[in-house]
């Protein structure tokens, strides 16, 4: 497989490690339903056929998180967006994450 | 002697030597080894795998079931090579396999007698039980008596290589189809690879005697090759093997580089396992030519029409002096007018159908061939053939012949197209499987898409070369197609004469016959999958080559379905073998993984240290001293020397990850449970740190060094990890933190110093103005200074061991003359060099946790850190340590032990029971995790996990080791065997 790392082009899926679910947000600590919230975040995934949004870690490149589109039934790759690139685009570039306390 | 009198592409004028179980042969330069023997009129090459029945060569091409012999000798020597394919060199020693004690004379084949036994699921219906014979009986009679070759006995002697390349078209095989497509794609500017597995480029081109253009086919095909081998955006790959298909355009060959040859040329690999990445690519893998079955159709003799002319036509070789043909297909009329016409003798040409196109049959009757339409061959007679038994219009008659020549029409090779999960679909006009829904970005051309006529193909091939070129923006002129004469391809399906005498077989290297089908349909095995596994066919090294779409319709005969109703064969990677040793590449051995070397490792080697793996780094495990006979004896020395004066050891493999930027301390507070943000400047800190689940990932100290510069270490194992989880925190939880961090775990060589001396040693390194006191550098302390006469060095003031003890960092190329030089200015302290046994030893007594406590399952309250969580703050792994199951105050938690005997020996990985208590699960308290024999002590001690364990101190538990026999008592006690209050090393 070959994953088209933004900044490096496209390279072997060999130089990058996986992580997974890259949908999820850290859930914000200090909720009062926190404990569930953290258990899903950890534990919970959905396994989709089909599209799936998921973090790669170019390990033997430029050390980027990726956040990668696949379709886990063709392994074919739609789009690939750094991970700083793709929460600007989420719109929550400014910071505003849950437990983010000042 | 069968070598034809001309003809061939072989050349005559170079001879080669070869040896078959040790008889010698001559052949020449262009044979396979297969073609060779045939030319030596060795006609039985092997033995059965089941039956050990005498075998022939059937095939000439990579599907060969029967004639897998041994080649070379010695180390080199490789089992289950297929003698068709392998390319004959001068001094190729070939043994037959299978055999005891030879090939004329084998004693197994008593198992033909046994046959009846033998048949569909005789293993799942004979060795059943008692389960007791399995392992001493069962299984040591099958692995004798089942076949194959010898593996060499000793490493493989000759390299083998990995690489990696690129271009726009990837053409697999060069057939008429793939040449086509080749000069297509090339003439167009494209950058073209074209592979083929065979030594020679042009596929059937060079087996028929076909007209290109008014020339021989294989002239053509020698032309087409040296223009292709003339442009430089292509690259001819013969012996080249495409094997897999795999994601983006990726295809995984290999080139047999000296195979072909004695040894391997120097600076050669014997084979190369190639990853190529096309943006296009065209299979052009032709077809492979199916029998049909009928009792006796395994003697010797018995071969592939396409085989026989392949053989006559480009090996120049007479399989046989007198042939006859069984066919349902036209094609195999136009090879035995070409066997008849290279002078070997047709008796006759007996055809399934009761009509064939009047133009085949005239040509036949005309060259003097016999031709018994409706026919069908019966038996077979001999040892080697020498008869077969033919009905033909109702009439039997017997007619000697030595080589019956056989086809049942062609089967395309699909399966890289497969290798997708793309099922291929039954096309019923040529009787076969072709491509279904393929790879992305593949194309496919000629036979092996169904276009069985040399014009199709080749205009096929030119066709889908253009479009794979132009797709990729090359402007494409379609090359001209040269002029063929049209053929005509028609056929009957036709499997099995199921009147015939013998056992019938359908998978010749497994021994499945058309009755063990039929014992699968009876006991209910019909589906595709069951049949295959309970006959094993097509489950032999040719994965069923020749076999499976023959079985698939015996089975649809049976009942009564149609073949596609019945399955499909797909086929996954890879195409043909691929030995381990391309696999692994230069990855074995010494160079099984990169070796990581200390800055050190030259001077401790020069000291006689003796080395250990720890991950990838190689590591100083212990300094022998002459007269010293055990491991233990030169570690319990160390450690008295640390603890009774000084010692030291390089601990640059500790991850190191330099932090930069105004909000690192922020990120710090996130990733330990412990503060950081608040820690001084010229501080270190040991800190914690968990995974989100509530386990702990990592410990380690953590300095600062200015206001908003800091340096983490790491355990040696975790190094990369941490690092990873650092990005992924700045980059995808916390992108607004402003931190920038760097790995300089190779930049900085790290050396830890150690015991009541180490302020003495290393006052004398540093240079003057560098105030290493226990004012100047406190315990916990960490400072910038030079040493050496101005090298730039990080000087910490921590300790694993419990001495008074420090690190100093200095740039990895002064790690050498760093310890030289401490080891002088030590000398008058008789500084003692350690290894990691004795660092180990000594974090035991004092009780730190290490690798074997940090095993992924632990909690920061399992060992003892559940205090130094911080309640002010919220940091990775805080919410989910909290779930009940992880504060359970049951838990296994860290604590210290001693065996009640001192003379006795604890062992780690014991597990704690209660006095008395029975050694099951239920009473499982905990486990031992580290021991060590403590010098200091005199006896041996422990860390480990129990229940409860703090509240416990004095108690004593039973320490049960059942794997190693141990059975002893053990005094829980507070983790710290020495000095627990920890005056050494503030002192």
Redesign the interface.
């Known amino acids: ?2 994953i088209p790392c933004p900044y490096c082009g496209e390279r ?2 060999h130089e990058f ?1 996986y ?1 997974g679910d890259a949908t999820l947000t ?2 914000d ?2 909720a009062p339903d ?2 569930d919230r ?2 899903d ?3 919970l995934r959905d396994n989709p056929a089909g599209a799936h949004q998921e ?1 790669w ?1 170019h ?1 033997y490149g430029c ?3 990726v956040k990668v589109e696949r379709n886990t039934l ?4 739609a789009g690939a967006r ?3 690139d793709a ?1 600007d685009a989420a719109g929550d ?3 505003n ?1 849950p ?3 000042p | 002697m069968s070598r034809l009198a001309k003809g061939g592409l072989i050349d005559r004028a170079r001879s080669l030597a070869f040896t078959f179980d040790g008889r010698s042969y001559g052949g020449h330069a262009g044979d396979t080894l297969a073609s060779a023997l045939l030319a030596n009129d060795v006609r039985l090459v092997g033995r059965s795998f089941k039956y050990h029945r005498p075998r022939g060569i059937v095939s000439a091409g990579a599907e060969e079931p029967n004639a897998l012999v041994e080649l070379r000798a010695g180390a080199r020597r490789e089992p289950n090579t297929r003698a068709t394919v392998a390319e004959l060199f001068d001094g190729l020693e070939a043994q037959s396999q299978n055999r005891w004690p030879s090939l004329d004379l084998d004693l197994l084949s008593v198992n033909q007698l046994l046959s009846p036994f033998l048949g569909a699921g005789f293993y799942y219906k004979t060795f059943m039980w008692p389960a007791a014979f399995w392992e001493k009986v069962y299984e040591p009679i099958i692995r004798r008596a089942a076949g194959l070759g010898r593996m060499a006995e000793a490493a493989d002697p000759d390299p083998y290589e990995k690489a990696s390349t690129f271009c726009d078209v990837l053409v697999i095989g060069a057939g008429p189809a793939g040449l086509m497509a080749a000069l297509a794609a090339g003439r167009a500017g494209a950058r073209v690879i074209l592979a083929d597995e065979d030594f020679l480029a042009g596929g059937r081109l060079n087996a028929e005697t076909r007209e290109i253009d008014g020339k021989p086919a294989a002239e053509w095909a020698a032309r087409v090759t040296a223009e292709l081998a003339s442009l430089p955006n292509v690259r001819l790959m013969t012996r080249t093997t495409v094997f897999g298909v795999y994601d983006s355009g990726t295809y995984g060959a290999l080139e047999r580089v000296a195979d072909h040859l004695p040894v391997p040329p120097p600076f050669q690999p014997r084979q190369r396992l190639w990853r190529i990445h096309a943006r296009r690519a065209v299979l052009a893998a032709g077809a492979t030519e199916r029998p049909i079955v009928f009792g006796g159709n395994d003697r010797p003799g018995v071969m592939l029409a396409g085989a026989v002319r392949t053989y006559v036509n480009r090996f120049a070789v007479a399989p046989g002096h007198r042939v006859a043909v069984f066919a349902n297909n036209d094609d195999a009329w136009r090879g035995a007018l070409e066997i008849k016409a290279a002078g070997i003798e047709v008796a006759a040409i007996v055809d399934v159908r009761k009509a064939v196109a009047a133009s085949l049959v005239q040509q036949a009757k005309a060259k003097g061939i016999r031709t018994l339409l409706d026919g069908r061959v019966t038996a077979t007679h001999g040892k080697r053939l020498t008869a077969v038994d033919i009905v033909a219009d109702g009439r039997t008659e017997r007619l000697a012949v030595d080589t019956l020549a056989v086809s049942g029409g062609w089967s395309p090779n699909v399966h890289l197209t497969c290798h997708h999960g793309g099922k291929p679909a039954w096309d019923e006009a040529i009787a076969a499987f072709v491509p279904g829904i393929v790879p992305p970005l593949l194309a496919v051309a000629g036979a092996a898409s169904g276009a069985f006529s040399l014009g199709a193909a080749l205009t096929d091939g030119a066709a889908q070369g253009a479009e794979a070129a132009e797709a990729l923006g090359f402007p494409v002129p379609l090359p001209d197609v040269p002029a063929v004469a049209e053929e005509s391809v028609a056929i009957t399906p036709f499997w099995h004469v199921a009147d015939s005498r013998g056992p019938a077989f359908v998978d010749l290297q497994n021994d499945v016959t058309a009755k063990d089908i039929t014992i699968a349909y009876k006991e209910g095995f019909r589906s595709v999958e069951h049949l295959k596994r309970y006959t094993t066919l097509g489950m032999a090294t040719d994965q069923g080559r020749t076999s499976n779409v023959t079985g698939l319709a015996i089975m649809a005969s049976l009942t009564g379905a149609s073949i596609p109703e019945t399955g499909t064969t797909i086929f996954r990677p890879p195409y043909t073998p691929v030995s381990l040793g391309a696999l692994g590449g230069h990855h074995r051995g010494k160079d099984f993984r990169a070796v990581r070397l200390t800055p050190t490792h030259e001077w401790a080697k020069a000291r006689g240290a003796v080395f250990i793996e720890t991950g990838a780094w190689l590591r100083a495990q212990y300094f022998p001293r002459p007269g010293e006979t055990d491991w233990l004896e030169s570690v319990n020395r160390e450690v008295k020397a640390v603890r009774a004066s000084v010692g030291l050891i390089d601990v640059s493999t500790f991850g190191k990850i330099d932090l930069q930027g105004p909000d690192v301390g922020t990120l710090l507070d996130r990733l330990y449970i412990n503060t950081f943000s608040t820690l001084a400047i010229g501080k270190a800190r040991y800190g914690v740190m968990l995974r989100e689940d509530g386990l702990v990932m990592d410990d380690g100290t953590t300095a600062r060094l200015g206001a908003e510069h800091y340096v983490m270490t790491t355990t040696t194992a975790n190094a990369a990890k941490v690092y990873q989880h650092l990005e992924f925190c700045l980059q995808v939880l916390w992108p607004q933190l402003d931190v920038s961090i760097a790995s300089v775990s190779e930049q900085w060589a790290q050396i830890a110093l150690a015991g009541p001396r180490a302020r003495d040693v290393l006052a004398r390194v540093v240079d003057a103005g560098v105030d290493v006191s226990n004012d100047g550098l406190p315990f916990m302390g960490a400072i910038e200074g030079t040493v050496l006469g101005g090298v730039k060095a990080r000087l910490f003031r921590l300790s694993f061991s419990g001495e008074l003890g420090f690190e100093i960092a200095v740039p990895a190329r002064h790690g050498a003359a760093l310890a030289q030089a401490l080891m002088s200015a030590g000398e008058a302290f008789g500084i003692t060099p350690y290894g990691i046994e004795a660092l180990g030893v000594m974090r035991i007594e004092k009780g730190h946790v290490s690798g074997n406590e940090l095993s992924g399952q632990t909690t920061a309250r399992d060992l003892g850190f559940g205090r130094m969580a911080s309640t002010k703050k919220d940091y990775i792994g805080r919410v989910m340590a909290g779930r009940p199951g992880l504060v359970d105050p049951q838990r296994p938690t860290f604590v210290g032990f001693k065996p009640v005997d001192p003379s006795q020996r604890l062992r780690a990985g014991a597990h704690f029971l209660k006095i008395g208590a029975a050694a099951s699960l239920e009473n499982d308290e905990g486990y031992m995790t580290s021991v060590a024999h403590s010098p200091h002590l005199g006896h041996w001690i422990g860390l480990g996990l129990l229940q409860r364990g703090p509240e416990r101190i004095g108690e004593r538990v039973r320490a049960y080791d059942p794997v190693r026999g141990g059975d002893i008592e053990v005094e829980i006690c507070a983790p710290g065997f020495i000095d627990p209050e920890g005056e050494r090393l503030r002192g």
Do not use: C, K
Not at chain 1, 74 to 77: G, K, V, Y
């Open positions: 497989m070959r072997d899926a490690s992580l850290r859930p600590p200090a926190a404990p953290f258990f975040y950890v534990y973090w870690y390990a050390r980027q998180w063709t392994h074919a790759i750094l991970a700083r929460r570039a400014a910071g994450v437990g983010d306390a």
